[in-house]
């Protein structure tokens, strides 16, 4: 994230408004640079001073009846004529055809479809292990290791390869929660740049090809093998993920074992 952007997205990161990709990538920028951390600073005083001022103005206790007495004056059909009537009738329909509108705007907006919701938990799970210092339950380089210790766990037991002499040492794995299920997340480093391949059953489908997206800077690859969905999420570059993906699909998926 650039100065510009930091400052942009500054007030909806103090109101907490932002999602958790953005919000960790404000804070990595704060960290190093002056300048915004200044603004942050000078945000921060703002609200304060806002939050403590008195802008809240109580209304005048009559209001509200002088308000009631218009409306019922207003819709009175003995005295409103009947071009007046009209005009409440068509502004009653304009503003209930804005809120329908609004409303399927508004839905448009925020429910994606499941495997966008999907895709938007599965980037924050990568993020959330790469911020929170638990990347991994079981460190370990050894998928002899890693593969048990999944065992009682998790109702299916993951496919743990090594990849070292590929470029994609193993790290360790751990358990997390997508989709409403617990699920393996194995973690694999390249270069300096960090892995997270989520696995888990998916009895009722039939194999998938990759599809690959790109969201908020990272690569996301999805795709469903022998019964078994796959997420590989990294900030690697989509051509390195690719190989990364192409040696996982190769190697043979076990079935669920449930
Ligand atoms: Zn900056």
């Known amino acids: 994230m650039n100065c510009h952007e930091t400052q942009r997205w500054l007030p909806g990161y103090l109101d907490g ?3 958790l990709v953005n919000a960790v990538a404000i804070e990595d920028h704060l960290k190093t640079c002056v300048r915004c951390a200044q603004a942050h600073t000078n945000h921060q ?14 209304a005048p206790s009559n209001l509200h009846q002088r308000i009631q007495t218009s409306l019922r004056q207003a819709d009175t059909p003995a ?7 009209w005009r409440w009738y068509s502004l009653a329909l304009a503003l209930a055809c804005v809120a329908v509108l609004a409303w399927g705007l508004g839905r448009a907006g925020v429910a994606p479809a499941a495997d966008d919701r999907l895709a938007v938990e599965v980037l924050n799970s990568h993020v959330r292990s790469l911020m929170t210092d638990h990347l991994t339950d079981v460190v370990s380089s050894d998928h002899h290791t890693v593969k048990p210790w999944f065992a009682g766990k998790l109702d299916f037991s993951p496919a743990v ?16 929660y997508l989709d409403g299920r617990p699920v393996a997340a ?5 270069q300096r740049h960090i892995i997270n391949l989520f696995s888990w059953p998916a009895p009722q489908a039939s194999d998938m090809p990759t599809t690959i997206e790109v969201r908020q800077g990272y690569n996301q690859f999805h795709w469903t093998q022998a019964r078994m969905t796959y997420w590989a999420v990294s900030d690697l570059s989509a051509d390195e993920l690719q190989a990364f993906v192409q040696l996982v699909r190769n190697q043979s998926a076990p079935a669920p074992t449930q």
């Open 79 to 85: 005295r409103a004529p009947w071009t007046l009537r």
């Open 186 to 190: 194995l973690v694999y480093q390249h």
């Open 45 to 58: 005083a703002l609200q304060v001073v806002i939050r403590g001022s008195r802008l809240y103005a109580t």
């Open 17 to 19: 408004e932002l999602d």
């Open 161 to 176: 390869d090594d990849l070292a002499s590929q470029g994609y040492p193993l790290s360790g794995g751990r358990l997390d």
